[in-house]
């Protein structure tokens, strides 16, 4: 099932107060803006704790971190990677194979920020519809960067990657990076909700298979206490993996959010006053804890 809900933006719980109704958000709006100031520090202030950007990053001069899926882009287009770029790609995956690949998406991603914007505004002015397309759409999108990697021979798809020219907008100033950002966030707020990262953007995607089987998950442990108010549904940027875990007891489904698209963000955790959520660590021989 694709959409299985469509509803207004969340309704403000109801016994919770507001900090811990926030908190996995506040938490990982922190992680956000910490990982940006330590990019910035070198450019604007000196401070060379991080050397780089997403792509490829070191920081304190000893640590190398590359984006995988730009090393795979790279490696298809022919290119050589250094022996440090390899390593900084295994510490990445490793990293998120073991949170969750999404776990990139609402805790590092800078256009996170700006898309989770849109999405509130498109609530706030009361915006409905607009154009239809499949979550499946961004696997498609993948496919096709890598495509273009292996027949032009060079990683174009990072020339116009809105993740990577928002990165490089605020570190740069580049011009054309806010175009592109620009566009994200008027297509996630007229055209379709949740639409970029919720259906297209390609890095999502690649982390999203990354993680298919990451350890870390939320799962629906107290799912019996549930008294459907749908908040839920109304904040999971991704509602669709909420429903197997939440509502398929009677079909035999366990309780884990099994989708790799979960993001890990915490809000279903944050918003449910009958703290039906938590996270749970999935172990290697028992898939569904309940
Ligand atoms: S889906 Fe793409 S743009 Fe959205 S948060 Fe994830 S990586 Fe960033
Ligand atoms: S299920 Fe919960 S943790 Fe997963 S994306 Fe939705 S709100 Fe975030």
Known sequence: MDEPLSLPLAAPPRRRGRLAAHGWLLARRCSQLAILALFLAGPLAGVWIVKGNLAYSLTLDALPLTDPYVLLQSLLAGHAPEAIALTGAAIVAAFYFLVGGRAYCAWVCPLNMVTDFAGWLRGRLGIRGGAHLGRQTRYWVLAMTLLLAATTGTVAWEQVNPVSMLHRGLIFGVGAAWTIVLAVFLFDLFVSARGWCGHLCPVGAFYSLLGRKSPLRVSATRRAACDDCMDCFAVCPEPQVIRPALKGEASGAG?????????????????????VFTFTVRTPFRRDPQ
């Open 255 to 275: 309780p884990l959010i099994d989708s790799p698209n979960c993001l890990n963000c915490g809000r279903c955790i944050d918003v449910c006053d009958r703290d």
